[in-house]
């Protein structure tokens, strides 16, 4: 264990290369073979704070020259998703995360899925060098809905869940992130074969009868997802 808070494990992912026709892989159950070259990525560090109620949770991250692809997967109960805006407050629901920091002179994005699919996507400036203890946020920009439309998102369950399905449900979120949503922040990112870049993934439920926080990299004692300096390592291959 490591500080009470999940399994200790080296914190980096290797992103394959996507093998099949990439535009249909949104479409793909988690379970199709086209997500084969994807190995599953645990979210399973639950915060001190959570519930007794542990969901078990995973991603899956693929790329090519367009666009990343990303997968959630989540054996949950007490499901709740009672915000189908754009920029709602999406994760008070079933909600699943990524953070990803690209470029380490820049900021980094937080995409959060609620488990109807609706998407808050937000761009966060550093005040603090990239390689200070604790970077702090300066900005937080909100991404116009002209580029959320750009982020193809699937999700297994209906817009709006409510009441709480308190039975156990599994469900899926599926999603195309094109790179260029990342480069209209950021600026160009080149060819992404040996790129570095920092990121983490997660599950939470702050509204719902049985709250919980979980991460693949742990969060540390603080119950804050804004921790850049805590995200796991990505690398493509």
């Given at each position: ?182 480069e209209s922040q950021v600026g160009p990112l080149g060819p992404l074969p040996g790129q570095r870049w ?40």
């Amino acid at each position: 264990m490591s500080d009470g808070l999940g399994p200790a494990r080296p914190v980096l992912y290797r992103v394959r290369p996507v093998a099949s026709e990439p535009q249909t892989l949104p479409d793909c159950d988690w379970d199709h073979p086209a997500w084969n070259g994807a190995p599953p990525i645990p979210i399973d560090r639950f915060h001190a704070r959570s519930s007794d109620h542990r969901p078990n949770a995973a991603a899956r991250l693929l790329y090519d020259d367009q666009a990343l692809y990303l997968a959630f997967r989540v054996e949950d109960r007490y499901v709740r998703c009672v915000h189908s805006q754009y920029q709602g407050r999406v994760y008070t629901d079933s909600c699943v995360e990524m953070m990803v920091w690209p470029k380490w002179q820049a900021g980094y994005f937080n995409f959060e899925v609620n488990c109807g699919g609706s998407l808050l996507l937000h761009y966060n400036e550093l005040a603090t060098a990239a390689n200070s203890p604790a970077p702090k946020i300066a900005k937080t920009t909100p991404l116009p809905a002209a580029l959320g439309r750009q982020v193809q998102i699937v999700a297994t369950m209906p817009r709006l869940v409510e009441p709480e399905i308190v039975e156990p449900v599994t469900w899926q979120i599926r999603m195309r992130i094109p790179l260029a949503v990342l480069e209209s922040q950021v600026g160009p990112l080149g060819p992404l074969p040996g790129q570095r870049w920092r990121a983490n993934f997660y599950k939470c439920a702050d509204e719902t009868s049985h709250p919980h926080w979980a991460s693949w990299a742990e969060v540390g004692p603080e119950l804050d997802f804004h921790r850049p300096h805590q995200f796991g390592t990505i690398v493509f291959e």
